[in-house]
T-cell receptor, first 115, second 112 residues
Framework: AQSVAQPEDQVNVAEGNPLTVKCTYS??????LFWYVQYPNRGLQFLLK??????LVKGSYGFEAEFNKSQTSFHLKKPSALVSDSALYFC?????????????FGTGTRLQVTL | SQTIHQWPATLVQPVGSPLSLECTVE??????LYWYRQAAGRGLQLLFY??????ISSEVPQNLSASRPQDRQFILSSKKLLLSDSGFYLC???????????FGQGTRLTVV
């Protein structure tokens, strides 16, 4: 069975400061990891993914994530937060079942960026 | 390019009434299709997924059902809604053995 943990319900950061949203995972075999963002009453938008290769993955809107195999973590980061980054962020891990590709999501972390 | 359409955006239904939510994908063929439910604006629960026409897998027992009458059409249904069916329903798709999934804009269902 696979699982994702996002230990923080909410992260507060001042605009211009760096942000980190934490994610740890548990999966058999090689992990395929993802970050999504959700704005109120909207669907999820894909931010970035880790499949293989460099441990530092760059994605949309200046976000990046660092894959750490020994710590089974995939933390989302941004060097300088914007108020417009305030949203709900989901970490997800993928498994394959036959020809299907199922994503298992964490419970989400609400990011609040203030002036 | 591929797009996903999900409607309606909002729906208010009385308890005991039927439900039909529709999702269609454009610009790809033979996608894997998924229905998720999000309660209270937080975690997502996978309800159903489909790898082809008429092939439906259910992840959790519930009052809902799903059907895939066409390759790029995925329908979520109920014969009689319960209050507990209220939530935000999201349709998503991937191509076979691809990586990320792409989501529709969601349907906010309120059962009253």
């Amino acid at each position: 069975a696979q699982s994702v943990a996002q230990p923080e319900d909410q992260v507060n950061v001042a605009e211009g400061n760096p942000l980190t949203v934490k994610c740890t995972y548990s999966v058999s075999g090689n992990p395929y990891l993802f970050w999504y963002v959700q704005y109120p009453n909207r669907g999820l938008q894909f931010l970035l993914k880790y499949i293989t290769g460099d441990n530092l993955v760059k994605g949309s809107y200046g976000f990046e994530a660092e894959f750490n195999k020994s710590q089974t973590s995939f933390h989302l980061k941004k060097p300088s937060a914007l108020v417009s980054d305030s949203a709900l962020y989901f970490c997800a891990v993928r498994s394959l079942t036959g020809t299907a590709s199922k994503l298992t999501f964490g419970t989400g972390t609400r990011l609040q960026v203030t002036l | 390019s591929q797009t996903i359409h999900q409607w309606p955006a909002t729906l208010v239904q009385p308890v005991g009434s039927p439900l039909s939510l529709e999702c269609t994908v454009e610009g790809t063929s033979n996608p894997n299709l998924y229905w998720y439910r999000q309660a209270a604006g937080r975690g997502l629960q996978l309800l159903f997924y489909s790898v082809g026409i008429g092939q439906i897998s259910s992840e959790v027992p519930q009052n809902l059902s799903a059907s895939r009458p066409q390759d790029r059409q995925f329908i979520l249904s109920s014969k009689k809604l319960l209050l507990s069916d209220s939530g935000f329903y999201l349709c998503a798709w991937t191509v076979v053995r691809a990586t990320e999934a792409f989501f529709g804009q969601g349907t906010r269902l309120t059962v009253v």
